[in-house]
């Protein structure tokens, strides 16, 4: 091997061997399969490019720059994934921390099956939405909502070694597990998914209360502002929502238990079913938050 290394470390030197190497690139990354000791050689004689007879394949996504071997089992998820329902062709895959192989399966069964179950049965036109613009619906209205609430409550903490989108997946697997999913929002999901991690993990609940605390406690005035748009969405419902300004981190946190928790619990009771978000935020709007700025 050493005698190898020399005689091409003799020819390159002198400029005689000029035979490219054999490269493939591969989700931005580049990949010798012939041309080693060129390579090594080169690195030595600190030349900045190589020839090279290159051959690209397809990748739906981008390879980190640290990849290394022992991250084969997880880029084969992603790419078989990927082959099977083409959902990185609207959402970046940057965007989820899968890090658990159960998830796959998981995510897939959401993505080709339940997720358009969902629209046969409540979307006017089904057939008619292309599947990328279902997705990033799905991705802004169910993953980014469950992943928010999962971080302002520091939820994580009680999945540890998890990655953030293996937990979203967990509320997610347990709303479709219902005969009936239909019958219950996602905020009745969430928090009966609250529970249940709660009480199968106490061991880990001191911890993660504590997290949470502390977290709620160094939270600024426009993170609690953030966090209340975010979660009611109530720009998006009602555009003519004027935020009131310099009220302080406190009065925003009262505005979002009046609407998830009093508000809630009244209209449920009226209802005699759990409120879907805009039907509850509408009714907030326009019986609570109107009166008192008029």
């Known amino acids: 091997m050493k005698d190898r290394w020399i005689t091409v470390w003799k020819l390159m030197h002198s400029q005689t061997l000029s035979e ?44 980190d720059a640290d990849f290394r071997r022992s991250q084969l089992p997880y880029f084969r998820h992603l790419a078989e994934f990927q082959r099977k329902t083409g959902f990185f062709n609207s959402v970046h895959e940057a965007e989820f921390d899968i890090r658990r192989r159960a998830s796959w399966p998981i995510l897939e069964k ?15 036109a089904a057939q ?22 999962i971080t302002h409550e520091s939820l994580h ?5 998890w990655g953030s989108g293996d937990v979203v997946l967990k509320p997610i697997q347990l709303w479709n597990s219902f005969p009936e999913p239909d019958n219950y929002t996602i905020e009745d999901m969430y928090r009966i998914f609250l529970a249940n991690t709660r009480r ?3 061991l880990l609940l001191p911890f993660q209360l504590l997290v949470e605390a502390i ?6 005035e426009n993170e609690e502002r953030c966090l209340f748009l975010e979660m009611s969405r109530i ?8 935020l009131p300004a310099d009220v302080g981190k406190r009065y925003w946190r009262r505005l979002r238990t009046e609407l998830f928790k009093i ?32």
């Open 20 to 63: 490219p190497i054999l490269a493939l690139e591969y989700g931005g990354l580049y990949f010798v399969r012939d041309g080693n000791h060129r390579v090594s050689t080169a690195k030595q004689l600190q030349q900045a490019f190589i020839r090279a007879k290159l051959t690209s394949l397809s990748l739906p996504f981008r390879l």
């Open 110 to 124: 959401e993505i080709n099956c339940w997720n358009p179950l969902w629209y046969k049965k409540n979307a006017e």
């Open 128 to 149: 008619a939405i292309p599947a990328e613009d279902r997705n990033r619906h799905w991705y802004i209205n169910v993953y980014q909502y469950i992943l928010k609430h």
């Open 157 to 161: 903490y009680m999945y540890p070694g």
């Open 200 to 202: 199968q993990r106490f």
């Open 215 to 220: 977290r709620t406690m160094f939270r600024t």
């Open 235 to 242: 720009k998006t419902l009602r555009p003519e929502f004027r």
């Open 263 to 294: 508000h809630y619990a009244k209209m449920k009771s009226q209802l005699r079913r759990s409120p879907k978000l805009h039907e509850l935020v509408e009714d907030w709007y326009e019986k609570e938050w109107l009166p008192r700025t008029e």
